[in-house]
């Protein structure tokens, strides 16, 4: 699987203020476990990222597809309309 998506899920998370302690825990899994998730060292399966993508609040596609420049261009734009 490409690296950027479990780099677009360190970066929700993040957005999220949710910790890996509170991640790992609604995946059943070990903090450490879940580490390797974000760092992209195992390979995740259709259910663990349908699961991390409930977890999350944001849809599957969201995850694949998410590029947090688009968040700073939406501010960019918004303050300029203002």
Known sequence: MDLKVYRNIKKIR?????TREYVSSELG???????KIERGE??????????????????????FNF???????????SKSHK
């Open 29 to 35: 899994m070990s903090t450490s476990g879940y580490g």
């Open 14 to 18: 993040e957005l999220k203020n949710f």
């Open 42 to 63: 195992v390979d995740l399966t259709v259910t663990k990222i349908i699961r991390l993508a409930a977890i999350l609040e944001v849809s599957v596609s969201f995850i």
């Open 67 to 77: 590029n947090i420049n688009d968040i700073f261009e939406e501010t960019k734009k």
